[in-house]
């Protein structure tokens, strides 16, 4: 395999270069992600996604967890 490789993003379509043999050097690297944020994405995606996308994907779970918790917060409010 390839040191660098070019791809296309599955998100967005944009191209650009996948650095797995110098993982530490990879644009993805820019963005740090927790393990919980990993498997939301890769639920949506199996492949490498740009930095950009990344970032997207990051805010999108936050968004959705936090609607979740806002959720689960008024439904105990209104049980008692």
Same mark, same amino acid.
């Given at each position: 395999?390839?040191?660098?490789?070019?791809?296309?993003?599955?998100?967005?379509?944009?191209?650009? /270069?996948?650095?797995?043999? *110098?993982? &530490?050097?990879?644009?993805?690297?820019?963005?740090?992600?927790? /393990?919980? /944020?990993?498997?939301?994405?890769?639920?949506?995606? *199996?492949?490498?996604?740009?930095?950009?996308?990344?970032?997207?994907?990051? +805010? *999108?779970?936050? $968004?959705?967890?936090? +609607? /979740?918790?806002? &959720? $689960?917060?008024? *439904?105990?409010?209104? +049980?008692?």
């Amino acid at each position: 395999m390839a040191c660098h490789e070019t791809i296309t993003c599955p998100r967005c379509n944009a191209a650009f /270069e996948c650095r797995v043999g *110098s993982i &530490l050097r990879c644009q993805c690297q820019q963005v740090t992600l927790t /393990e919980e /944020e990993r498997a939301f994405i890769g639920e949506a995606y *199996s492949g490498c996604l740009c930095a950009g996308c990344l970032n997207d994907m990051k +805010k *999108s779970y936050r $968004q959705t967890r936090f +609607k /979740e918790r806002l &959720l $689960q917060l008024f *439904s105990l409010r209104f +049980k008692r």
